[in-house]
């Protein structure tokens, strides 16, 4: 499975985002979709995990962001809300086989996409 992530750029706090990432192959329904950041010297973080009852997500984000995934697109996206200027980092997703919040349990990994958020 290839990944692509896009829909970074440059928001004032408060502003809006929708992330996307866009995947390869016919399996891509079969896989858990999940998204990862990592902020300037800061190790890589959960964000939000896609599961058959909805999302999971972390408590840092809860409220504000909304995983989706469009299985016809092969295709999932992180709405981003209510941003705030520590939600600064790249933006990652990744595609494993279980429901998981650890990062090394994801098998394939985007490229990353840079989300800045000014104050």
């Known amino acids: 499975v290839q990944l692509q992530a896009s829909g970074g750029g440059l928001v004032q706090a408060g502003g809006s985002l929708r992330l996307s990432c866009a995947a390869s192959?016919?399996?891509?329904?079969?896989?858990?979709m999940g998204w990862f950041r990592q902020a300037p010297g800061k190790e890589r973080e959960f964000v939000a995990v896609?599961?058959?009852?909805?999302?999971i997500y972390s408590d840092s984000v809860k409220g504000r962001f909304t995983i989706s995934r469009d299985n016809a697109k092969n295709t999932v996206y992180l709405q981003m809300n209510a941003l705030k200027p520590e939600d600064t980092a790249v933006y990652y997703c990744a595609a494993g086989r279980r429901v998981v919040v650890v990062s090394t349990e994801y098998d394939y990994w985007g490229q990353g996409t840079l989300v800045t958020v000014s104050s």
């Open positions: 192959g016919r399996t891509f329904s079969s896989y858990v």
């Open positions: 896609i599961t058959w009852n909805g999302g």
